[in-house]
Each structure stands twice: as structure tokens, then as C-alpha cells.
């Protein structure tokens, strides 16, 4: 367990990077969280302001690393499990993002937005009826997200056409 003076000490480079976010200073968060992991590497939150500055400068297997390492200190972690599942979808992985997304489900059955990136997911892999089965749990829960209800058209379009010419 770490002292009070390394916690005071991290807690000065978090102040520090949270002030370079605010200036959308990418690299002084990007340096200013490394020095507060350096001080105190089991905060998760260190990891995920870093990798999301990452993600923002496209830096997107640096993003990732910070994400796995959260999830590496706290396996049941709902942000770092959806953060990384959001990055995976991004980069194509999509069975990695589906992977993460279901745990996001499982662990906190489930906000909308992770059905929705997992419909999302399952629409591009060409999974139609899993996507529409996502995409009605978004609309139950949620009747006029607009995202959601553009992709219930897409997959129905899809299923439409598959039917067509099958």
C-alpha cells in the first residue's frame, strides 16, 4: 500500500494533467498522468484520462495498453471494460468489442450505449438479427435514440435484401 506523501504527490500531477485536459493539452496530460501512475499505479482513473488523451492524438494501441492495464488491476471494471470495447470497435476489432461490451452487460446489465456499440458491432460483421435484438433493448429502454432507431432501418433494409435474393 502506498504512503500518504505518494498519494499527495499523484494528486498533484492529476490537478496538473485534469488542467492540460481543460487546455486540450493532449501531451501535458499524457505527461502529467504518467507521473501520477509513477506515484500511484493502482488508480485506474490515471489510467483512463491517459489512455483517452491517447485515443484523442490517435495514438490508439497506447490508448488500449492503458485500458488492459486498468482492467489488469480491476477485471470487473464496467468504464475501462466499455472504454476499450469503444476503442476496439473504432480500430474494426470487432469480436474483441463485442467481447468487452458483453462484459459491460453482464457486469451492469447493460446501459444502452453498450447495446447500442454492440449492435453497432454486430451490424458491421454482418449479424443482422443480433444487431436488432441489441437495438431493441436500446429502444425499450430509451424509445427516441435516434441512433438506434436509424440502425433498426439499416437492419431491416439488410434483412429485407437478404430475403430478397435468397
Not at 74 to 85: E, I, S, T
Not at 93 to 101: G, N, P, R, T, V
Request: negative net charge; hydrophobic residues 35%; aromatic residues 10%.
Amino acid at each position: 500500500m502506498r504512503s500518504f506523501v505518494h498519494w499527495v504527490r499523484s494528486l498533484e500531477f492529476v490537478v496538473r494533467g485534469a488542467h492540460a485536459m481543460r487546455n486540450g493539452d493532449d501531451d501535458g496530460v499524457i505527461r502529467n498522468y504518467t507521473r501520477a501512475i509513477e506515484w500511484s499505479p493502482e488508480d485506474l482513473d490515471n489510467y483512463y484520462a491517459r489512455g483517452n488523451a491517447h485515443w484523442h492524438k490517435h495514438e490508439l494501441r497506447l490508448a488500449a495498453d492503458d485500458f488492459s492495464r486498468a482492467l489488469e488491476l480491476n477485471p470487473n471494471d464496467v468504464q475501462g471494460h466499455y472504454l476499450r470495447g469503444a476503442l476496439y470497435h473504432e480500430r474494426g476489432y470487432l469480436a474483441q468489442a463485442i467481447m468487452d461490451l458483453n462484459h459491460v452487460i453482464e457486469i451492469e446489465n447493460g446501459p444502452s450505449q453498450a447495446y447500442f456499440l454492440r449492435g453497432c458491432c454486430h451490424f458491421e460483421r454482418k449479424d443482422y438479427d443480433k444487431a436488432i435484438v441489441d437495438v431493441e433493448e436500446v429502444l425499450r429502454r430509451e424509445p427516441r435514440h435516434r441512433q438506434a432507431l436509424a440502425l433498426r432501418e439499416k437492419c431491416a433494409h439488410q434483412v429485407t435484401e437478404a430475403n430478397a435474393g435468397g
